[in-house]
């Protein structure tokens, strides 16, 4: 039998809310309808802080205890 992760809802949507900063930084970073200069000092940062914040939120989850069953 797998082992099944269990996440809360406020924990989900703060792992969402990361991996689309990432997106979105990744996004204005690739895109050209601004200048340069301006896709990098907001593109980079949302990049960065998305990817750096997603590390300790994944180990949070995935060192939560497992529930287990009582006989």
């Not at 204005?28 to 309808?33: E, F, S």
Request: aromatic residues 4%.
């Amino acid at each position: 039998m797998k082992d099944k992760l269990s996440i809360s809802f406020p924990e989900l949507g703060i792992l969402a809310a990361t991996r689309g900063m990432i997106g979105a930084g990744i996004g204005l970073l690739l895109a050209n309808r601004m200048s340069r200069e301006k896709r990098r000092a907001v593109g980079l940062p949302l990049f960065i802080v998305g990817a750096l914040s997603t590390i300790p939120i994944a180990m949070h989850l995935f060192s939560k205890e497992k529930p287990t069953l009582e006989a």
